[in-house]
T-cell receptor, first 118, second 117 residues
Framework: AQTVTQSQPEMSVQEAETVTLSCTYD???????LFWYKQPPSRQMILVIR??????QNATENRFSVNFQKAAKSFSLKISDSQLGDAAMYFC???????????????FGKGTKLTVNP | EAGVAQSPRYKIIEKRQSVAFWCNPI?????LYWYQQILGQGPKLLIQ????????DSQLPKDRFSAERLKGVDSTLKIQPAKLEDSAVYLC???????????????FGQGTRLTVV
């Protein structure tokens, strides 16, 4: 079974600075997707960024980028120019790319609480 | 565009009582998911529907939890009887994905916070 580990329960960053959130995962599959989700106090999970395992190029979405190291099974999120609105819980998630079973469940880590200080 | 709608937002019940949650996915989304998020943890999939059929319910405690998606649109999740450890946020999500298609993005609702006392 796949597992996702986030080793940083809490992180803090100064406004306008850069912060990196860590994530490692364990799988025997070669093709899969990795995600970072943001969960503000409203509880709604919001997709921040997605990476396909077969792509070597790291995904980027505006101020958010990832460092995907497939051999090391590492998937960190970098937030540049941090803003007060970035404060939230951040979850790393894994999803199999296999279409044979049809199951597309997301396997989540325990999350990292990000605080942004003004 | 309307998002995933869930109700109620909050629910407090006593143990051994019953409770039901409702979810209306984004129009046209074939896949619907129910996740359980216990405080301090990431969400865990309870059940996945493809249209009105169950694709994955391997982590659903079937002795007390049930879910249905009649007509392949909205869905209800029921707990009967509730236990203290069922206190959690119940998140509903939906996606366009159909069998054979490339996986698409899942959209989440705001969840229902259940407290069992």
């Amino acid at each position: 079974a796949q597992t996702v580990t986030q080793s940083q329960p809490e992180m803090s960053v100064q406004e306008a600075e850069t912060v990196t959130l860590s994530c490692t995962y364990d799988t025997s599959e070669s093709d899969y997707y990795l995600f970072w989700y943001k969960q503000p106090p409203s509880r709604q999970m919001i997709l921040v960024i997605r990476q396909e395992a077969y792509k070597q190029q790291n995904a980027t979405e505006n101020r958010f980028s990832v460092n995907f190291q497939k051999a090391a099974k590492s998937f960190s999120l970098k937030i540049s120019d941090s803003q007060l609105g970035d404060a939230a819980m951040y979850f790393c998630a894994y999803r199999s790319a296999s279409l044979t079973s049809g199951s597309e469940k997301l396997v989540f880590g325990k999350g990292t609480k990000l605080t942004v200080n003004p | 565009e309307a998002g995933v709608a869930q109700s109620p937002r909050y629910k407090i019940i006593e143990k051994r009582q019953s409770v039901a949650f409702w979810c209306n996915p984004i129009s046209g989304h074939a896949t619907l998911y129910w996740y359980q998020q216990i405080l301090g943890q990431g969400p865990k999939l309870l059940i996945q529907f493809q249209n009105n059929g169950v694709v994955d319910d391997s982590q659903l405690p079937k002795d007390r939890f049930s879910a249905e998606r009649l007509k392949g649109v909205d869905s209800t999740l029921k707990i009967q009887p509730a236990k203290l450890e069922d206190s959690a946020v119940y998140l509903c999500a939906s996606s366009l994905t159909d069998r054979g298609m490339v996986s698409s993005k899942a959209f989440f609702g705001q969840g229902t916070r259940l407290t069992v006392v």
